[in-house]
């Protein structure tokens, strides 16, 4: 079965806000860039695909564009190059390498699981929550800035139920962030 994992950048105070933590740089490019070479596909909501989309979707020329620094190519061509699912009740179609998910999302994410091949990435706010709270997150990795943004989005707010989670991975950034990955604590059969 396909792991499903999530990751995110987040402020100390919660906040995943993709500009509140601190600017990208190589070595935290270089972290995106091994994160989306892991995942088989991609897991979208609308607003995330339509964000990564204006910012790393390969312009028609072949060139990337001259904002990009050197460091942030091998993130963008794997995001370029990743299939996407989108899930979406509104937009009526997709295309850089997308296909839409609708209907009931825990049967749709459930049957992507079910299909041959590596592990599924979701990235965003909005559809994280919904697959936290259907139990379908496999492993989730936050990117801890040391940053308190005192606004934004905040990270899962208003799960409906506490996941508690054992650490499986912690690294450290030269910029002071904090990678920190977990998987949920699985209940023991009775």
């Given at each position: 079965?396909?792991?499903?994992?999530?990751?995110?950048?987040?402020?100390?105070?919660?906040?995943?806000?993709?500009?509140?933590?601190?600017?990208?740089?190589?070595?935290?490019?270089?972290?995106?860039?091994?994160?989306?070479?892991?995942?088989?596909?991609?897991?979208?909501?609308?607003?995330?695909?339509?964000?990564?989309?204006?910012?790393?979707?390969r312009p028609p020329s072949g060139a990337w564009p001259g904002w990009m620094d050197e460091w942030d190519i091998p993130?963008?061509?794997?995001?370029?190059?990743?299939?996407?699912?989108?899930?979406?009740?509104?937009?009526?179609?997709?295309?850089?390498?997308?296909?839409?998910?609708?209907?009931?999302?825990?049967?749709?994410?459930?049957?992507?699981?079910?299909?041959?091949?590596?592990?599924l990435w979701v990235g965003g706010v909005t559809l994280p929550l919904a697959l936290a709270d259907l139990g379908l997150i496999d492993e989730y990795t936050f990117v801890v800035h040391p940053v308190l943004a005192g606004h934004g989005p905040t990270l899962l707010a208003g799960l409906r139920e506490r996941i508690v989670l054992e650490p499986v991975e912690r690294r450290e950034f030269a910029s002071g962030a904090v990678a920190l990955c977990f998987r949920p604590r699985r209940r023991a059969a009775l």
């Open positions: 079965m396909r792991s499903l994992r999530y990751s995110i950048n987040v402020t100390l105070d919660g906040c995943c806000h993709h500009e509140a933590g601190l600017p990208p740089d190589a070595e935290s490019m270089r972290h995106w860039g091994i994160e989306m070479e892991r995942a088989d596909a991609l897991l979208l909501g609308r607003v995330t695909y339509e964000m990564m989309e204006s910012a790393w979707r993130f963008a061509e794997a995001i370029d190059r990743a299939k996407k699912y989108v899930v979406s009740s509104t937009l009526r179609g997709v295309d850089w390498n997308a296909e839409l998910v609708r209907g009931d999302l825990g049967e749709a994410v459930r049957r992507l699981k079910q299909e041959p091949g590596g592990d």
